[in-house]
């Protein structure tokens, strides 16, 4: 069961690491996501530094379970709020699904923290 909480915390962080970078350098696929979400370009540097925080959280989380749990539980939140945004910005259909999958797998590493534990 912990090789299963290693690879889909591994592979959560991975996900966050590489959004808040795109983020941080403002990589051109992620400049117009912002700008057809409406979203201002502090409001979206900023979500970076939850989605790194939320990365470290998840590796340290393999050493400190409570950790891991915390911090994808946070993703959770994190992915709500940004399927809000996508419906508020009238986005719909498939491009729901990079949030959607998103908290989809770190529920399944809430999950499966617990059922280690």
């Not at 591994?10 to 808040?20: C, D, G, I, R």
């Not at 400049?31 to 970076?48: K, N, Q």
């Not at 910005?89 to 989809?104: D, E, F, Q, T």
Request: with cysteine; glycine share 8%; hydrophobic share 65%.
């Amino acid at each position: 069961m912990f090789v299963l909480v290693v690879l889909c915390s591994l592979a959560l962080a991975l996900a966050l690491a590489a959004s808040a970078v795109r983020k941080a350098r403002s990589a051109r696929t992620s400049v117009a996501l912002r700008d057809r979400l409406g979203v201002p370009p502090a409001v979206w540097s900023g979500v970076a530094v939850p989605e790194a925080v939320a990365a470290a959280g998840l590796v340290a989380g393999l050493c400190f379970p409570p950790l891991g749990i915390a911090a994808a539980a946070g993703v959770v939140l994190l992915m709500a709020a940004a399927v809000l945004v996508h419906l508020g910005a009238g986005v719909r259909g498939v491009a729901l699904a990079p949030p959607v999958g998103v908290s989809a797998l770190a529920v399944l590493v809430v999950v499966l923290h617990l059922a280690n534990t």
